[in-house]
């Protein structure tokens, strides 16, 4: 028995000692906090491509180094400037990334340079940081360098044809440059600028283009520049000048040469010209109406008759000359001229109204047709072998009006005469 009881007391003491262990760790709580992770280490292998256009490509070394979660890439513009991050890329095998973002922007100027957007070549800074599971980064990379293709150059032998009409047409050598999209045509009225962009051609052997439409002798200076694929657009080639072609001149001393009921003979000098195709002759009549164009004339005729003038009525001619690209000179000197009349009157006396004119038979007109106003207008009351001739059938208190159109003897008219009228006591 008191070797079962030595027993039992040892168990106790076991017991014992295993509830005071088990009491003393209900007293400090077991701690949850891992260990502390591995640091992370700067990159290696860091690599920039250059010479590709307005884009960098980037390459490194995956890190193998700690709980990497991705990595941040850092950019400077100047060698001396601060690197800030431009983009970050999430696991550990994500270590190759293209800078897209390497043009420094400017608004495309008209200046006197004749320039666009400019910014090329860039050279930029790289380094590149491993991230932790909490963002946190690591130490960076070396820094390094690369540069950006450098602008297209300007294209050669740029020409500018002068002398066409309204336009200037130009041509210029296509670019060498495989990677050369299209132009930027420039223009300015004076060498010094400032230059406007007129016109953006598309493709590398799009190398002609026509300015148009342009005023008469107008001077203006050209330069282009070529443009690349990734919009980069280089400098302005040489300035070149053309001229438009001049307007002719205007015809001098229009004059009046013969006047006769009907008709007005015209003369004007030749035009100095040697690529005239035409003249044309414009009539206004007095009052103010819209002018009419009384004939196209032939470049070596010097004079024209016109067969179509009203009697008794002030008449204004201008003459113009056109040249084969269709150039109109300004107007000549106008002409006024106050067309033949008839000289009509009436007056009354007891045998009845007595009409008289000017019956012009040195211009070969016989006969007059004697036309009277009624209900229906005028109507034919009579014809008159000369001048005066009598209306006897007239009534005393009325109001008549009479006019005449003189004939030839081939049955040729004349204008009709502006009405007179007479009121019979």
Not at 49 to 72: H, I, K, M
Not at 93 to 106: A, C, G, K, N
Not at 341 to 352: C, F, I, K, N, V
Request: proline share 9%; hydrophobic share 35%.
């Amino acid at each position: 028995m008191k070797g079962a009881c030595t027993r039992h007391r040892a168990a106790d003491v076991v017991v014992g000692t295993l509830a005071i262990v088990l009491m003393a760790n209900c007293a400090k709580p077991i701690s949850n906090k891992s260990a502390d992770p591995s640091p992370l280490s700067a990159p290696s292998g860091l690599r920039a491509t250059s010479g590709e256009l307005r884009t960098v490509p980037l390459v490194w070394d995956p890190s193998f180094v700690g709980d990497v979660s991705g990595y941040v890439i850092e950019r400077a513009r100047t060698r001396d400037g601060q690197l800030k991050p431009i983009a970050e890329l999430s696991g550990r095998m994500s270590t190759t990334w293209v800078d897209e973002s390497t043009l420094i922007p400017t608004s495309r100027t008209a200046g006197g340079d004749g320039g666009g957007t400019r910014g090329d070549p860039q050279t930029l800074y790289y380094r590149v940081r491993a991230l932790g599971p909490e963002g946190t980064a690591g130490p960076p990379s070396e820094i390094v360098a690369a540069t950006t293709a450098p602008a297209p150059t300007a294209p050669l032998d740029l020409r500018a044809f002068s002398h066409r009409p309204r336009q200037v047409p130009l041509g210029w050598q296509a670019s060498r440059d495989p990677n050369a999209s299209g132009y930027v045509v420039y223009r300015s009225p004076s060498p010094a600028g400032p230059f406007e962009a007129i016109a953006s051609p598309q493709g590398r052997f799009e190398t002609v283009y026509v300015d148009q439409p342009l005023g008469d002798l107008r001077v203006l200076y050209y330069r282009v520049s070529t443009v690349n694929t990734a919009g980069g657009e280089g400098a302005p080639s040489e300035t070149v000048r053309a001229v438009t072609k001049a307007e002719p001149l205007p015809p001098y001393r229009l004059e009046l040469v013969e006047k006769k009921l009907g008709s007005h003979r015209l003369r004007w000098a030749a035009s100095v010209e040697s690529d005239l195709v035409e003249y044309r002759l414009t009539r206004w009549l007095t009052p103010p109406s819209g002018p009419k164009r009384v004939t196209s004339i032939e470049p070596g005729t010097t004079q024209i008759l016109d067969r179509d003038v009203p009697a008794d009525t002030p008449v204004i001619y201008t003459l113009v000359a056109v040249d084969r690209d269709g150039l109109v000179s300004p107007s000549s000197k106008r002409l006024e001229v106050e067309s033949a009349s008839y000289d009509l009157t009436a007056r009354w006396e007891e045998s009845g109204v007595i009409l008289s004119w000017n019956p012009r038979s040195d211009e070969g007109w016989v006969t007059a047709d004697v036309e009277r106003r009624g209900v229906l207008g005028f109507r034919r009351i009579g014809v008159a072998q000369d001048s005066p001739w009598t209306d006897e059938n007239v009534e005393p208190g009325h109001t008549y009006q009479y006019r005449l159109r003189l004939k030839r003897a081939d049955g040729t008219e004349a204008p009709v005469s502006p009405r007179v009228q007479l009121q019979v006591p």
